[in-house]
């Protein structure tokens, strides 16, 4: 069972059901798409290191090319019935980079690749 209290999203969060019943491979879903400076994005992430039972998840990322990142940051992911999700802030207009890892310094990057977005300038 989850203890939505640690959570900011309630267990009935219709946004979060709509994004999982999407199940984009890998398990990662950002929502809304096109992302764009100065908006809050969300997060959904229920990928390999969810489904291996994660009893923490992190995001991992950063601003600018696929194999030049700044800004970078770790970000914790809150448990939610639907998988680990976070809203954040947008804060460059360049390409916006992140992977997962979790308490046990486990990652999901994406088979190396990472995954990263184009910020839409509006």
């Known amino acids: 069972m989850v203890d939505h209290r640690k959570s900011s999203f309630a267990a009935t969060d219709e946004r979060l059901k709509g994004m999982r019943d999407a199940d984009y491979y890998g398990g990662v879903v950002v929502d809304p798409m096109p992302v764009t400076p100065g908006e809050e994005i969300t997060f959904l992430y229920y990928g390999l290191l969810a489904n291996d039972g994660a009893d923490q998840v992190y995001m991992h990322c950063g601003y600018g090319s696929p194999k030049n990142w700044n800004q970078?940051?770790?970000?914790?992911?809150?448990?939610?019935?639907?998988g680990w999700a976070?809203?954040?802030?947008?804060?460059?207009?360049?390409?916006?980079?992140?992977?997962?890892?979790?308490?046990?310094?486990?990652?999901?990057?994406?088979?190396?690749?990472?995954?990263?977005?184009?910020?839409?300038?509006?």
């Open 72 to 82: 970078t940051k770790d970000i914790r992911l809150e448990r939610t019935a639907r």
């Open 86 to 122: 976070k809203t954040i802030p947008v804060e460059d207009k360049d390409r916006f980079n992140f992977c997962f890892k979790d308490s046990a310094d486990n990652w999901d990057n994406n088979n190396g690749l990472n995954w990263t977005f184009e910020i839409h300038n509006g």
